[in-house]
């Protein structure tokens, strides 16, 4: 199994970015964004399901973040609007085939190789 996730880099608050990862290896119940800033826990962003497209995402992101997927490409995005600096972060996309409802890092056993994404006051 292999994820590879880009689209990160460095934008000003207010600015859109997004994100994408593209699996190979196989299909996955559920596909999700974790990110992780300097110093603090890997933390959970939003999650989408292969089957149904059923989203959710943390309280901080809801309503500026959207988690979408194209089946036919094996590929995972997040689109993010209205960027913030706290929002500063290295992204990481995760896959599980647990069906059992996720958002813990420990319920994802493959993970891509992180992209950073820094927003600039």
């Known amino acids: 199994v292999q994820l590879q996730a880009s689209g990160g880099g460095l934008v000003e608050a207010g600015d859109s970015l997004r994100l994408s990862c593209a699996a190979s290896g196989g299909t996955f119940s559920q596909y999700a964004w974790f990110r992780q800033a300097p110093g603090k826990e890997r933390q959970f962003v939003a999650r989408?399901?292969?089957?149904?497209?059923?989203?959710y995402y943390t309280a901080s992101v809801k309503g500026r973040f959207t988690i979408s997927r194209d089946n036919a490409k094996n590929t995972v995005y997040l689109q993010m609007n209205s960027l913030k600096p706290e929002d500063t972060a290295v992204y990481f996309c995760?896959?599980?085939?647990?069906?059992?409802?996720?958002?813990?890092?420990?319920?994802?056993?493959?993970w891509g190789q992180g992209t950073q994404v820094t927003v600039s006051s």
């Open positions: 995760a896959v599980t085939s647990t069906k059992v409802f996720m958002t813990s890092s420990r319920g994802y056993p493959y």
């Open positions: 989408i399901t292969w089957e149904s497209g059923s989203t």
